[in-house]
């Protein structure tokens, strides 16, 4: 189950990413269809834990057909967002695999090489990494 956070015109959502990666099933509208709950954010999607992912998964299960096509949206149509919008904070670990140490020119450290991000660093899928004028070297951390 690939979960993916979403804005569909104006408005956000998260949903689950088809294994064709074509369309998105909106989760909360799913469960609504099924008279069922899930949280309207994703956020508390995530901190609801076990519970929310069974009921989930349980629902992806037992939709019938048409309850997917209602709430599902093309991937094209939408626009892709980060996972997380604000998360309380992002703790780094630098040269953390043999191939970007080499990537790096760089030694493998002997205690791990830890630093912090603020949330505004986050971007989604697609959209433009912004290096400032005072940046000497940019090195992108993840996917």
Not at 32 to 40: G, I, V
Not at 79 to 93: E, G, V, W, Y
């Amino acid at each position: 189950m690939k979960l993916v956070r979403y804005l569909d015109g104006g408005w956000e959502s998260y949903g689950v990413l088809s294994s064709d990666e074509i369309n998105v099933v909106c989760l909360p509208s799913l469960a609504k269809a099924m008279y069922r709950w899930l949280p309207s954010k994703i956020e508390t999607f995530v901190t609801s834990g076990e519970r929310a992912i069974k009921t989930a998964e349980k629902l992806l299960e037992e939709a019938p057909e048409h309850a997917f096509r209602k709430n599902s949206v093309p991937v094209n149509k939408i626009r892709l967002l980060a996972p997380i919008a604000c998360p309380p904070k992002i703790i780094c670990l630098g040269l953390n695999y043999r191939d970007h140490a080499a990537e790096q020119n760089a030694q493998i450290p002997d205690e791990p090489i830890i630093f912090l991000k603020p949330h505004t660093t986050i971007i989604g899928p697609d959209e433009n990494i912004v290096k400032p004028k005072f940046v000497k070297k940019l090195d992108y951390e993840g996917n």
